[in-house]
Nanobody, 124 residues
Framework: QVQLVESGGGLVQTGGSLRLSCAVSGRTFSSYAMGWFRQAPGKEREFVAAISRNGGYTYYVDSVKGRFTISKDNAKNTVYLQMNSLKPEDTAVYYC?????????????????WGQGTQVTVSS
């Protein structure tokens, strides 16, 4: 059984930073491509960032490019999302996800496992 546990969410002011972590247990972490998604109240879950299995390829939604960075530490079985220059529109529950494939996955339907989510709130 694969388990994903997010941490690092919280309340931050506009322009601040947070780093989300997602610890993966249960199987070989290095075999997964990983992603981050977010869901604001009343909205659908949306893609934020993805990283390939070997960490060599990363993808971002346009609204976070230049502000967010996804990274993968296979030694620690953890994927990170560094979020800088946060804006109120970044407020959402953030979820990490794992896909049993090598290429990065941008679609919510391409993931096999999900975490429980962590709340990020950006105040104006």
């Amino acid at each position: 059984q694969v388990q994903l546990v997010e941490s690092g969410g919280g309340l931050v002011q506009t322009g601040g930073s947070l780093r989300l972590s997602c610890a993966v247990s249960g199987r070989t972490f290095s075999s997964y491509a990983m992603g981050w998604f977010r869901q604001a109240p009343g909205k659908e879950r949306e893609f934020v960032a993805a990283i390939s299995r070997n960490g060599g390829y990363t993808y971002y939604v346009d609204s976070v490019k230049g502000r967010f960075t996804i990274s993968k530490d296979n030694a620690k079985n953890t994927v990170y999302l560094q979020m800088n220059s946060l804006k109120p529109e970044d407020t959402a529950v953030y979820y990490c996800a794992a896909a049993q494939r090598s290429a990065a996955v941008l679609s919510v339907y391409g993931y096999d496992y999900w975490g429980q989510g962590t709340q990020v709130t950006v105040s104006s």
